[in-house]
């Protein structure tokens, strides 16, 4: 199965596996919803997912994954950052995280290694593994200083940097460099991806 909710997208995956496997049954999927209905009524070798889909939990997906075969061999095929987001979920269970940069000769390698029960992990994971750059947290909020923490807790909550302005008391120039800081750290370059980021690691933003 292919969960994703661009339509080119799973279409390219598709035209992909086609020409490894020609006689392979793909499903499509383009939010959680789908996957969770299609996932009760079909058992598949192999499920591509992406962990942006519109009102999808995609922490609670995988883990609901598991919870109903705990052998699922699940490929994260996303846009994100990959030192961010492949350990999280490598420790839930996936056995591969691809970005979408990808080109289609290491998409099918990542398909060849998961179907054969091998992890598979891109080139810049195996090196940040190999030269022992492990963080001594995989969460990446806990890199934020005091100052960035609490311009994270407003953003989070909605404010705009105006309103942050006004709230904390601070210049304009002072927030707009917290907030160069904070995306520094994060490695994001929008709001979108913060909101997508907090998600992930479940960062709590009722209080600072």
Do not use: W
């Not at 002072?174 to 907030?179: H, S």
Request: glycine share 6%.
């Amino acid at each position: 199965m292919i969960a994703d909710d661009h339509a080119i997208i799973r279409s390219g995956i598709k035209f992909v596996i086609k020409e490894v496997f020609p006689f392979a049954a793909v499903h499509e999927a383009c939010n959680g919803n789908e996957v969770m209905l299609s996932i009760h009524e079909n058992d598949y070798d192999l499920i591509i997912l992406d962990i942006n889909m519109p009102e999808t939990d995609s922490i609670a997906l995988v883990s609901h994954l598991f919870d109903r075969k705990k052998d699922s061999r699940v490929l994260i095929f996303s846009m994100n950052a990959d030192e961010l987001y492949a350990q999280k979920f490598l420790k839930l269970g996936v056995m591969g995280y691809l970005n979408k940069q990808s080109g289609p000769q290491e998409v099918k390698r990542a398909i060849f290694d998961v179907l054969q029960g091998t992890t598979y992990t891109s080139v810049k994971i195996n090196e940040q593994f190999s030269h022992g750059k492990h963080p001594a947290t995989d969460n990446p909020f806990d890199k934020l200083s005091a100052k960035e923490r609490l311009i994270c807790h407003y953003f989070l909550k909605g404010y705009t940097s105006t309103d942050i302005k006004k709230i904390l008391g601070l210049h304009a120039s002072t927030i707009g460099t917290l907030k160069l800081r904070l995306f520094g750290k994060l490695k994001i370059k929008n709001m979108i991806e913060l909101v997508e980021l907090a998600r992930l690691y479940r960062q709590d933003i009722t209080s600072p």
